[in-house]
């Protein structure tokens, strides 16, 4: 047992603090810290800017053009960037797509659609959720029925995140109606500019345009869109599930929100005494901060052992269920924390370039929407409840 | 970074926990509790042989261990088999209060500890002190050559078999200073000790002692006069370190308990494990477990580092061992139903055991509040 990061890792930590100290702005920090709204360019250029430096693929293996760092070093990064006010990095083209196309992928979809990725020619979306097929996601309908080289797709898909920018959309599609719901699913690659394909806002509860619906009207898609095997889909999703663990417990993210909280409450006055000396909210403060300290060496112990004892899908259950809750707590601190001021709704003074009046503190103005933003958390990627399920039956044989 | 242990460590667990699983059996340790003596000297015997004492010092002092990584190897097993031999009052404060503080010719005694020959404890926390560690009120006052000590001493772990006990008195200050503290070595038998011994509701022993016109010698003081403290905080923080390590093998036994009791009953014509209602709980149940594990290892790899990252990072993992071995303990009684009521069923003393462990050295809210403390600190 040893928690001491390796004189590599310091030095690589090192290595980390002074790129971000060099390409990012105090302008996108600030944006980041304050829960102000990013614009594309900022999403993008962030994308650009780790690219440049070989970092933006950090899982992706080196003949890919990944950097292939180890579990370790991808928290490092993790913890320093959000420490420091970076944006995340949008995961859809690089942490849900890409290493489906590695496992499953051609060799030609390997060659044409990785580099993309890297180079930001294609911005991806995920067409998973439908209107009916929330938790219950292998119940999906819409469907690809072959036509020639093509395949036609009628339906709709919705929660789509981030789908207003995108070039592309990884889809979930009905190719067949026999047997179990999960074995008529099949995984396709379709271009966002097809016609037929619609795309609508959905507003969300603290009011910004994040998610969209997705329609599909007899969208032609040539055939080698297709990833792997026809009905083989479900298994494809799956694997990008258990692949998937670095960072589903967001820890980085988590720190730097509670030291936000922590700012908060150190400017946060009651009765002349900053907030931060209040008995009650302090030990409150202390109790996240000892849960967020545990997940973070969760968090490793699960990176640094391949071969944990319990199977890699529910332990990815476990890490999202307990980052999920703690993250939800520290939005509930920052949203007591800023007292009155949680209720005013000036969301233009979140868009860039705002100079009206400001009402209240700066870093009270995007503390609530945030809040009602990360209900989101313990819905998405399998709700808890789901989650929950995959561990009664993976670990406890339930 | 490294989450696995180093060989020799791990063969010790091994060792410790086939021993505990082949020979150790609950219904001999609950009978044990029931005697004056309050657990069973043969097995104590053996586990000196077995080197489990010796683990929980150093070289140097005589044994073969005594890192943070030890303790909670060797207190998890402890746990998994609700030990109940005083390796806490004898080893870990008794013993580690020696380690400390002790001069050459006090260090002998710890040759005894290792080889299961002495018993001893910790006459530290008095009837007002709660957990606070620094409120001593019993009195040392110079005396000729030696000191003269007066107070009383509540719920001291291993008190009644004691045959030699660490006294903390107050040689100056007030109640709660933490300057002033000193500790003598008083033999359990001394003229003016008084022992009132008694079992805890979780199968240990602990007794209240009065002392009254107790006469030391000046080779009896343990390290300097009125500077106990920072070895006081120090052993308490092992002991709690060990605590939670102990919960954390205790947990796991009501857990798995728990899931193998979802499996086999049925009602309604099911087994209970189908309900959903108890399949989430139990899954949180599981995932705390996970948590309390990991703020054990951040406290052990923390423990030798500045003083407040250790309190801190112990503090931290005393605090979820609470909690979390609370919901365990309760979750799993809920969960059996009425069989986890019976004294008979093994999960019961389990949770008892769990919850006690929060009244020891420190409850939820004792650490919460001193994390705070410390945080300000290190601010």
Redesign the interface.
Known sequence: ??????PQ?LAFQAEVRAFLKAELSPQLADKVRHNKTLTKEDMVGWHATLNKRGWLAQDWPKQYGGADWTP?QQQIFDDEASAAGAPRIIPFGLKMLAPVLMKFGSEAQKAHYLPRILDGTDWWCQGYSEPGAGSDLASLKTRAVRDGDHYVINGQKTWTTLGQYADMIFCLVRTGTEGKPQEGISFILVDMKSPGITIRPIILLEGTHEVNEVFFDNVRVPAENLIGEENKGWTYAKYLLTHERTNIAGVGASKAALAEVKRIAKAETVRGVPLADD?YF??RV??V???L??????N??VL??PDAAVSAGSIS??LK??GTEIRQSINDLARRAIGPYAMPFVSEALEEGYNGEPVGPEYALGVAPDYFNNRKITIFGGSN?I???I??KM???? | MDFTHTEERQLFKDSVARFIADTYTLDARNRAAETDLGFSAEKWAQFAELGAIGALFSEEDGGFGGAPFDVTVLFEELGRGLVNEPFLATAILGGGLIAELGAAEQKAVIEEVIAGSKQLAFAHGEPKSRYDASHVETTAKKSGDGYVLNGAKAVVLNGGAADLLVVSARSSGAAWDEDGLSLFLVSGDAPGVSRLSYSSIDGLHAAEIRLENVTVGADTLLGAEGKAWTAIEKVIARANLALASEAIGAMEVARDMTIEYLKTRKQFGVVIGKFQALQHRMATVLLEIEQARSSVINAAGRFDGSRVEREMAVSAAKTLAGKIGRLVAEEAIQMHGGIAMTWEYAVGHFAKRLVMIDHMFGDVDYHVARYVALSKEAA
């Open positions: 047992m040893d928690l001491s990061f390796s890792d370790v008995p302090a030990a202390a109790q901060e000892m849960e300290d545990a997940l973070s060496t969760t490793l112990r640094s052992s259950s476990m269920i307990k409840e989650q929950r399920g561990i009664s670990v406890m044989g339930l």
